[in-house]
């Protein structure tokens, strides 16, 4: 493959950027995955992590300057490492956080206490590492992802971390995450995801994220559907065993039981090893379950390392989380309004779910955009196959991926008998808020249509 331009040049010549803008345009220059995704099966002809680890090593390694512990799945990595950064927070630890993609700014993937890079470490940062990561010097090229991962890496180093939660980007085995040496990894929840990437099976998949896996070091395993770990987890549980890397089920001693939820949250008794807590959480759902035990699994392990993370931490920490974008409850009624990124079948599945725990019964009008190389059929079948009083409004999604508005529509024909497509996400939500008085309005289907649809709501809703 060829990169998009010659950046022969970036290697030499020392970078002048004055903004955040100036930085993000230079950023988006280089080769970017997420928006423009490799088509090769075999991914190490594109992810080269031993160059990648060959740089931090020539920054020092600041990775090694902290605690980390290291997520990986389908869905749920985001949630999780979230989640556990603000209880960890709450109990007065300096906690760094790299997730992605972002939303809305390139400086929502770093974060210290909640905090995201200011703008001007951000640009001094990518002023300081552009010129090392943005061509290779046997004529290779750099990502946007490996630049952002040294950048939070070193962030986080001279911020004096307590202790850094990373969340993959694609996979495991070669994201570049990978050169973390954590004192614990999770593994999430398991799907068929970027499979021309990662393989066309769960095994394939597994086998891709247990590459996060690293000699005797414990790994936690999310509760998973018995199909999946029927085909996954002997795969995992291989490599762990080759890596001498014990193993914890999230239940082993979490255990979780649902008092009441809404689209308010859900409340919860849990019992803690052996300690019973009562907790409220934003999130709702069968995923809130499962990705609420694997935090609390990960918590009963730092306690155990040492680090204190009292009862009223994890309350507080829970109380305070929010995860945008994520079962992002804008309006609780008249019509209820959510966004929620869900691009791959097992998340359309799980938010389906999710409202029909606290909605069942009533009707949803879906306003969907997603990209081309995404499962389309599988998503929105997921999501609206079977209920005859749904409807669907299509648009087109800001990406360059974007499928056409009109051609997703003309999938949505075979599940729904009210489908309509607009050119905008504004019109698509003004469509959906009049059509529906008393029901659910969803928009779902990527984290790219996110944010515009944040604004669109703010601009309509009073």
Same mark, same amino acid.
């Given at each position: 493959?060829?990169?998009?331009?010659?950046?022969?040049?970036? !290697?030499?010549?020392?970078?002048?950027?004055?903004?955040?803008?100036?930085?993000?345009?230079?950023?988006l220059?280089l080769?970017?995955?997420?928006?423009?995704?490799?088509?090769?099966?075999?991914?190490?002809?594109?992810?080269?992590?031993?160059?990648f680890?060959?740089?931090?090593?020539?920054?020092?390694?600041p990775?090694d300057?902290? =605690?980390?512990?290291?997520?990986?799945? &389908?869905?749920?990595?985001?949630?999780?490492a979230?989640?556990?950064?603000?209880?960890?927070?709450?109990?007065?630890?300096r906690?760094?956080?790299?997730?992605?993609?972002?939303?809305?700014s390139?400086? *929502?993937?770093?974060?210290?206490?909640?905090?995201?890079?200011?703008?001007?470490? @951000?640009?001094?940062? #990518?002023?300081?590492?552009?010129?090392?990561?943005?061509?290779?010097?046997?004529?290779g @090229?750099?990502?946007v992802?490996?630049?952002?991962?040294?950048?939070?890496?070193?962030?986080? !180093?001279?911020?004096?971390?307590?202790?850094?939660?990373?969340?993959?980007?694609?996979?495991?085995?070669?994201?570049?995450? +990978?050169?973390?040496?954590?004192?614990?990894?999770?593994?999430a929840?398991?799907?068929?995801?970027?499979?021309?990437?990662?393989?066309? +099976?769960?095994?394939?998949?597994?086998?891709?994220?247990?590459?996060? #896996?690293? =000699?005797?070091?414990?790994? $936690?395993?999310?509760?998973?559907? !018995?199909?999946?770990?029927?085909?996954?987890?002997?795969?995992?549980?291989?490599?762990?065993?080759?890596?001498?890397?014990?193993?914890?089920?999230?239940?082993?001693?979490?255990?979780?039981?649902?008092?009441? *939820?809404?689209?308010?949250?859900?409340?919860?008794?849990?019992?803690?090893?052996?300690?019973?807590?009562?907790?409220?959480?934003?999130?709702?759902g069968?995923?809130?379950?499962?990705?609420? /035990? /694997?935090?609390?699994?990960?918590?009963? @392990?730092?306690?155990?390392?040492?680090?204190? $993370?009292?009862d009223?931490?994890?309350?507080?920490?829970?109380?305070?989380? $929010?995860?945008?974008?994520?079962?992002?409850?804008?309006?609780?009624?008249?019509?209820?309004? $959510? #966004?929620?990124?869900?691009?791959?079948?097992?998340?359309?599945? &799980?938010?389906?779910?999710?409202?029909?725990?606290?909605?069942?019964?009533?009707?949803?009008?879906?306003?969907?955009?997603?990209?081309?190389?995404?499962?389309?059929?599988?998503?929105?079948?997921?999501?609206a196959?079977?209920?005859?009083?749904?409807?669907?409004? &299509?648009?087109?999604?800001?990406? =360059?991926?974007?499928?056409?508005?009109?051609?997703?529509?003309?999938?949505?024909?075979?599940?729904?008998?009210?489908?309509?497509?607009?050119? /905008?996400?504004? *019109?698509?939500?003004?469509?959906?808020?009049?059509?529906?008085?008393?029901?659910?309005?969803?928009?779902?289907?990527?984290?790219?249509?996110?944010?515009?649809?944040?604004?669109?709501?703010?601009?309509?809703?009073?």
């Amino acid at each position: 493959m060829v990169p998009p331009k010659d950046m022969s040049s970036l !290697s030499s010549a020392p970078l002048r950027l004055r903004t955040e803008a100036e930085a993000e345009r230079w950023l988006l220059d280089l080769v970017d995955y997420e928006r423009r995704p490799p088509v090769h099966r075999e991914a190490s002809v594109f992810f080269h992590l031993d160059r990648f680890v060959e740089q931090l090593n020539a920054l020092g390694r600041p990775q090694d300057d902290y =605690p980390s512990v290291h997520i990986a799945g &389908t869905a749920g990595k985001g949630w999780i490492a979230s989640a556990l950064a603000a209880i960890c927070q709450a109990a007065g630890l300096r906690v760094g956080l790299y997730t992605s993609p972002h939303l809305a700014s390139f400086r *929502e993937r770093i974060r210290v206490d909640g905090r995201m890079i200011s703008p001007k470490a @951000f640009v001094e940062g #990518i002023v300081e590492l552009g010129p090392r990561f943005g061509a290779a010097d046997d004529g290779g @090229f750099r990502t946007v992802f490996e630049i952002l991962t040294a950048l939070g890496f070193q962030h986080f !180093s001279r911020r004096g971390v307590d202790l850094a939660i990373i969340e993959t980007g694609l996979g495991g085995r070669l994201d570049c995450t +990978t050169a973390v040496q954590p004192i614990l990894s999770i593994i999430a929840s398991l799907g068929l995801d970027h499979t021309a990437i990662l393989g066309n +099976t769960l095994a394939e998949i597994a086998w891709e994220k247990a590459g996060i #896996i690293k =000699p005797r070091t414990p790994v $936690i395993l999310s509760l998973q559907p !018995s199909d999946v770990a029927r085909e996954a987890m002997p795969v995992i549980r291989d490599v762990a065993r080759k890596r001498q890397a014990p193993i914890i089920p999230a239940g082993r001693r979490v255990r979780l039981s649902l008092v009441r *939820e809404s689209l308010r949250g859900s409340e919860w008794k849990a019992d803690l090893g052996g300690r019973r807590l009562a907790l409220h959480c934003r999130s709702f759902g069968p995923s809130a379950q499962i990705n609420l /035990t /694997t935090v609390l699994a990960a918590v009963d @392990f730092l306690r155990v390392q040492g680090f204190e $993370i009292p009862d009223s931490a994890v309350k507080q920490g829970l109380v305070e989380w $929010i995860w945008p974008g994520r079962l992002e409850v804008i309006r609780a009624a008249k019509p209820a309004v $959510i #966004i929620d990124g869900a691009h791959n079948p097992l998340e359309a599945r &799980t938010l389906r779910a999710a409202i029909d725990g606290v909605a069942l019964g009533v009707p949803v009008h879906w306003v969907v955009a997603m990209l081309r190389d995404k499962d389309i059929a599988g998503v929105l079948r997921e999501l609206a196959g079977g209920r005859g009083d749904d409807s669907i409004t &299509t648009f087109p999604a800001p990406s =360059p991926r974007a499928l056409n508005a009109r051609e997703l529509a003309c999938h949505a024909l075979d599940l729904c008998s009210r489908v309509s497509c607009r050119p /905008t996400i504004k *019109e698509a939500l003004n469509l959906a808020l009049q059509e529906t008085r008393c029901g659910v309005v969803v928009v779902a289907g990527s984290l790219y249509i996110v944010e515009p649809a944040r604004q669109a709501l703010r601009e309509i809703l009073p």
